[in-house]
């Protein structure tokens, strides 16, 4: 178990670098920008479109990363007044709801990619990008996601089965 956690863990954690990293991307493609149109009265032209490319992988990158450290938002006022056995049950319902959701939205995003690459839909722009690279990367950002979430899941039930 602890091995698979860890795995699960580094995946995560790689998908927080591959968000930082874009993230990084963003930055250094709107500066070139913003350069080329100050000083050489010249445009990349697809700035504004690969921008929004990298920022859905920023995104979409780092939910595992933020499940794994905890980021992510909860209701606190409801969990600061629950006893300790109702918030463990009501954590284990909610990963599970978690799970159940990401997965059915893993099932479309997959057939999503699919009808876009089979189409061989390409941007409607200067670049022609084929729409399927971009987009693979929800699937591969939300089945990371889900694992996070398996991991977390087992971790609480196996702590709540000790007690």
Not at 35 to 61: K, N, P, Q, W
Not at 63 to 86: D, Y
Not at 108 to 129: K, Q
Request: aromatic share 10%; net charge neutral.
């Amino acid at each position: 178990m602890k091995k698979i956690t860890s795995i699960i863990e580094a995946c995560s954690r790689a998908g927080g670098y591959v968000s930082g990293l874009f993230m990084l991307l963003i930055v250094a493609l709107i500066t070139v920008e913003i350069c080329g149109r100050t000083l050489f009265d010249a445009s990349t032209l697809i700035a504004d479109e690969y921008s929004a490319y990298f920022f859905v992988v920023v995104v979409l990158m780092g939910l595992s990363f933020s499940m794994k450290e905890g980021s992510h938002i909860r209701i606190s006022i409801l969990r600061s007044r629950l006893p300790e056995k109702v918030l463990v049950v009501l954590d284990l319902a909610v990963l599970a709801g978690a799970i159940a959701l990401t997965s059915f939205a893993l099932y479309h995003a997959v057939l999503m990619t699919y009808d876009v690459w089979d189409l061989g839909m390409t941007a409607d722009s200067i670049s022609e990008t084929p729409i399927y690279i971009p987009q693979l990367v929800i699937p591969v950002g939300l089945a990371l996601l889900i694992l996070q979430l398996a991991c977390d899941f087992l971790r609480r039930l196996l702590s709540f089965q000790i007690r």
